[in-house]
T-cell receptor, first 116, second 114 residues
């Protein structure tokens, strides 16, 4: 089964509104990352939050991590039409010794549409 | 230079063809990845190279053959593909460390198998 599940699957908002996307995962992680993908293009890294961090900010992005609930959220404030994209969470699973397995596992993604 | 380049952008091939996808980065990253992505789905990891050695193969069929000729280049050789292999193929690179760090993705190659 998928390590990362995201909700909602799709989100449609007006410009200026905030967008919140959620990600849940099943096993212990080393870190959790968020990526954006514009239609049919490569992914762009947005933010990385480590397992010992609870919140992180980058510009209009705010990410939270709750390891007790195995969940994370991505908040985009004051959204713009250019934020229209698919957003994926990706987890780096924890290995014994505090390292990661050499891979990321991506969630199903949230399709965000921001209307001008 | 924080760019990962992939060629070609689009590829159409028949089931009997042999073709190769190419990926290049000049960020000094020593980990490189191939992903396959179907429409409206997340990327699925295929292969990971670390220090030019194959470290992860996610049980990918042998009709996909990766190659890492040097620290900047990653190839994916394709032979006898099936129509269901049509997808966006993404290459990525990252630093190698105790943790999986951010990955830099190329724009992808859109592959159509007829």
């Amino acid at each position: 089964s998928q390590q990362g599940e995201e909700d909602p699957q799709a989100l449609s908002i007006q410009e200026g509104e905030n967008a919140t996307m959620n990600c849940s995962y099943k096993t212990s992680i080393n870190n959790l990352q968020w990526y954006r993908q514009n239609s049919g293009r490569g992914l762009v890294h947005l933010i990385l939050i480590r397992s010992n961090e609870r919140e992180k900010h980058s510009g209009r992005l705010r990410v939270t991590l709750d390891t007790s609930k195995k969940s994370s959220s991505l908040l985009i404030t004051a959204s713009r039409a250019a934020d229209t994209a698919s957003y994926f969470c990706a987890t780096a699973l924890l290995k014994a010794g505090g390292t990661s397995y050499g891979k990321l596992t991506f969630g199903q993604g949230t399709i965000l549409t921001v209307h001008p | 230079d924080t760019e990962v380049t992939q060629t070609p952008k689009h590829l159409v091939m028949g089931m009997t063809n042999k073709k190769s996808l190419k990926c290049e980065q000049h960020m000094g990253h020593r980990a490189m990845y191939w992903y396959k992505q179907k429409a409206k789905k997340p990327p699925e990891l295929m292969f990971v190279y670390s220090y030019e050695k194959l470290s992860i193969n996610e049980s990918v069929p042998s009709r996909f053959s990766p190659e890492c000729p040097n620290s900047s280049l990653l190839n994916l050789h394709l032979h006898a593909l099936q129509p269901e292999d049509s997808a966006l193929y993404l290459c990525a690179s990252s630093q190698v460390g105790r943790q999986i760090l951010e990955q830099f993705f190329g724009p992808g190659t859109r592959l159509t198998v007829l």
